[in-house]
């Protein structure tokens, strides 16, 4: 039986992550940061996903659950803050919102 | 014995573990919180009033019977709960109590505050009272599970909280800021975790644990094979996140702009709750699953220390704003209470205490000033200048004072109880043989006090006489009397606990 090994699954969850990471350092729309955010989230969730499977152990799949609901909550409430600042100041761009810098 | 019974016998020794009676202070938190939202549906006209007082004196009673139960009995007799979820300590009792008192402050607080805003009121204690609990569990977690999602309850409440004054782009701004990066700081945390899963699953390596979330079962793994590459990464990425919570270098990015854009009442509770959480967390895991790596924990943390002391004293130097002032001397707190931590990884048993300590002189510190800020603020909350200050001891002289006693507690002044607190952290450094981190934290001591005595100096002895039409900053400020009572109480707790400590002091 030739099945994909543990370390190419991990290979793909860290380029994942670091391209989610790297994202949000450097893009400058508020809703691809967010978006970014979220690649991050996904790529623990195939990291999860494949120990589990390797390590024949159930708890990553059940935390993959709590990390989909919690990322949901996070989105619902993310969404919310970012359509409430369009709506003041008419932009999304990082560059723009700077009120708060002195 | 068939399959049948064994699993019966595995879940029935499972579910003694769910002794939900451990729980009843978060459950009637979130009882609390359903029933405050019930009010402002019931309670018409009266709901101005009747929301914060709920929300208030439910509090207090539970905090009364959770100080009246504490010391009656030895937490450590009860075990792990529900299967390992929960772990209660002495530690994380007092911690209850300390979120609690820190929560019924956040919610007077926040009286002042939504008084001059024209916002919803009871959004903001049900949010309050739900942060408190998933704190409170937080502190009690031995399971990264439970850690993940008592964490995130904590956080997402607090992304609301902070962009709470919906009709101001400074909040709003703040609760974006906060959002992005406590959301990326969120995901290195989880993917630390999953690498510490996955190597202490690996049925390949010695003491792999087949539930290898638990904080004991990584003990375990993480004792027997130290030099495992993958777990060590996975704790520094956990350490990493944790030190995003407590706004240490280089995770404090976010703290200036947050804590001036927040609320006022959201500003202190982020100062207080969500700084003690984290240092919570980093007790539990220093002395539970990474109690084996102290040779790399130390290194890292004390550079951490370092860093974190010299920048938050320095960068605090030049800010007239007063919420960046309490921020960025935030962050320098944050660095004297991570000397203790350093010590207790060093095997000093009194470190935890008197990071407690500390904790405890910074609530009643920090309180005490972010009240006198509250009465000064008019309705732009973020614009909150030392200037502002001026006068203040002519205008409104109670204020001044209480504001020189916290100021001054937060500075080290003996004989207030911050004075005692860092002499506490101090000795523990110093029993620990952290003789570098000692002398740098003296240093950070020395810098404080210049600008919390700017900020008192203004207060106090700046005589100016203003410019046309801004004379209303010469008007003396009306104080009610139950506000007066409470940061009177505040005030003098400050000066009791820095001349008798009781069981606190003790020890030392």
Redo the contacts between chains.
């Keep these: 039986m030739s099945t994909v090994g543990l370390n190419a699954y991990l290979f793909v969850a860290g380029l994942l992550f670091a391209l989610g990471f790297f994202g949000v350092l450097l893009r400058r729309n508020t809703l691809v940061i967010y978006m970014c955010m979220e690649l991050m989230l996904n790529a623990v969730n195939l990291a999860l996903v494949a120990f589990s499977r390797f390590n024949r152990t159930m708890d990553g799949n059940l935390f993959v659950f709590f990390i989909i609901t919690v990322a949901a909550a996070e989105v619902a409430v993310g969404l919310a803050i970012i359509v409430a600042l369009y709506r003041k100041r008419r932009t999304v761009q990082v560059e723009e919102l700077n009120a708060l810098s002195n | 014995m068939n399959h049948s019974e064994l699993l019966t016998q595995l879940s029935e020794q499972y579910v003694s573990t769910n002794q939900w009676c451990a729980l009843w202070p978060e459950i009637a938190l979130a009882l609390l919180a359903v029933l405050v939202l019930l009010i402002d549906l019931f309670a018409g006209r009266l709901r101005a009033r009747a929301v914060p007082f709920a929300a208030i004196a439910g509090q207090v009673v539970i905090f009364a019977v959770l100080l009246g139960k504490l010391g009656t009995c030895d937490p450590a007799d009860s075990g792990l709960l529900f299967s390992g979820m929960i772990l209660p300590t002495t530690l994380s009792e007092v911690m209850r109590l300390f979120f609690l008192l820190a929560s019924i402050l956040v919610c007077w607080l926040g009286m002042l505050y939504l008084r001059k805003q024209d916002l919803p009121r009871m959004e903001f204690y049900c949010l309050t009272l739900i942060v408190t609990a998933a704190l409170m569990l937080l502190g009690q977690s031995s399971n990264?599970?439970m850690l993940?999602?008592a964490l995130?309850t904590v956080t997402?409440g607090f992304?609301?909280l902070v962009?709470y004054g919906?009709n101001s782009?400074?909040s709003?701004?703040?609760?974006?800021?906060y959002?992005?990066l406590g959301?990326?700081s969120?995901?290195?945390l989880?993917?630390g975790i999953?690498?510490l899963?996955?190597a202490a699953?690996?049925?390949s390596l010695p003491v792999?644990s087949?539930?290898?979330?638990n904080f004991l079962a990584l003990e375990q793994f993480l004792a027997a094979n130290p030099n495992n590459v993958l777990a060590k990464v996975g704790m520094v990425l956990v350490l990493c996140g944790v030190c995003f919570k407590i706004g240490a270098v280089p995770f404090q990015i976010w703290i200036p702009?947050v804590y001036?854009?927040a609320p006022t009442p959201v500003t202190a509770f982020l100062a207080v709750s969500s700084k003690a959480a984290g240092f919570i967390v980093l007790i539990n895991l220093v002395t539970g699953p990474f109690g084996p790596m102290a040779s790399l924990t130390v290194p890292l943390l004390s550079a951490i220390t370092v860093v974190t002391i010299l920048f938050g004293n320095l960068t605090a130097l030049g800010q007239r704003?007063v919420k960046r002032v309490m921020g960025l001397s935030g962050i320098a707190h944050a660095g004297y209470l991570l000397l203790g931590i350093v010590a207790l990884i060093q095997g000093v048993e009194l470190a935890a205490w008197a990071v407690i300590f500390y904790l405890f002189t910074y609530l009643f510190g920090s309180f005490t000033v972010f009240g006198v800020m509250s009465h000064l603020a008019g309705p732009d909350d973020?614009n909150q200048e030392v200037d502002h200050y001026v006068n203040l001891a002519r205008r409104q002289p109670f204020l001044a004072g209480v504001l020189a006693i916290g100021l001054g507690s937060l500075a080290g002044i003996p004989p207030l109880a911050g004075f005692i607190g860092k002499v506490f952290l101090f000795v523990v450094a110093f029993q620990a043989n952290l003789y570098l981190l000692l002398g740098v934290a003296i240093l950070g001591v020395v810098i404080s006090i210049y600008y919390y005595f700017g900020w008192m100096r203004e207060a106090f002895f700046q005589e100016q006489t203003w410019p046309e039409g801004k004379e209303e900053q010469l008007a003396p400020i009306k104080v009610c009397l139950p506000h007066k009572v409470a940061m009177a109480a505040l005030a003098i707790i400050t000066v009791l606990l820095g001349i008798y400590q009781g069981g606190f002091g003790g020890g030392f």
Excluded: C, M, W
């Design positions: 990264f599970v993940f999602v995130e997402i992304y609301i962009s919906r782009i400074f709003l701004e703040g609760g974006l800021k959002l992005v959301g990326t969120t995901a290195i989880l993917f999953v690498l899963y996955g699953g690996d049925p792999h087949g539930d290898s979330l702009d001036q854009g704003n973020e």
